[in-house]
């Protein structure tokens, strides 16, 4: 079966780095993407990964490995404002995005 | 570019009635739309793929007479709750899929809570 896997919550404090792990068991892959949800919205793009390696987008950075089937999000310099869920999905064989449960990032000052 | 509209916002009907929900990509063809539903606390649901011009692929589980999908142009989709009961309470959310784009990615609505009585 398909899974994706990341920690259900995770706290920061203010100013400071946090990584959110992903890993998944997909039938294909064309990608993985991280969205933030803020409680009540719906999801926002944040980054697409379908090379091994990291991609830079400001504060927030994404990493992927498919031979390990490992991807983290990296959040720097964390604000009040990145209290969100953050979801990886992962994008299969048919083009159909499998979605993670969810990290739940509580940013306390 | 790439904004997705949702019409309406939030929605509050007694139980038995139907409830129709818009999804419009406003700047872009889309020729594939998805429909999520949401419950608290809980990830995105997957509950049908609408493709233009043909019949919506409904996840297992998913009644597709009681969710009806309307795929009708490449700018809109619509999803129709009928004969809504208290269970089908949920955010639901419409995304598009912009082919122009490299990487098919998605893109979202704002999402229609939904409120049945």
């Known amino acids: 079966g398909q899974n994706i896997d990341q920690p259900t919550e995770m706290t920061a404090t203010e100013g400071a780095i946090v990584q959110i792990n992903c890993t998944y068991q997909?039938?294909?892959?064309?990608?993985l993407f991280w969205y933030q949800q803020h409680a009540g919205e719906a999801p926002t793009f944040l980054s697409y990964n379908v090379l091994d390696g990291l991609e830079e987008k400001g504060r927030f950075s994404s990493f992927l490995s498919r031979s390990k089937g490992y991807s983290y999000l990296l959040l720097k310099e964390l604000q009040m404002k990145d209290s969100a869920s953050y979801l990886c999905a992962v994008m299969d064989s048919n083009y159909q995005l499998i979605w993670g449960a969810g990290t739940k990032l509580i940013i306390k000052p | 570019g790439a904004v997705v509209s949702q019409h309406p916002s939030w929605v509050i009907c007694k139980s038995g009635t139907s409830v129709k929900i818009e999804c419009r990509s406003l700047d872009f063809q889309a020729t594939t739309m998805f429909w999520y539903r949401q419950f608290p606390k809980q990830s995105l649901m997957l509950m049908a793929t609408?493709?233009?011009?043909?019949?919506?692929?409904?996840e297992q589980g998913v009644e597709k007479d009681k969710f009806l999908i309307n795929h009708a142009s490449l700018t809109l989709s619509t999803l129709t709750v009928t004969s809504a009961h208290p269970e089908d309470s949920s955010f639901y959310i419409c995304?598009?899929?912009?082919?122009?784009?490299?990487?098919?990615?998605?893109?979202f609505g704002p999402g229609t809570r939904l409120t049945v009585l």
């Open positions: 995304s598009a899929r912009d082919n122009q784009r490299d990487h098919n990615e998605q893109f």
């Open positions: 609408s493709n233009e011009g043909s019949k919506a692929t409904y």
């Open positions: 997909t039938s294909g892959f064309n990608g």
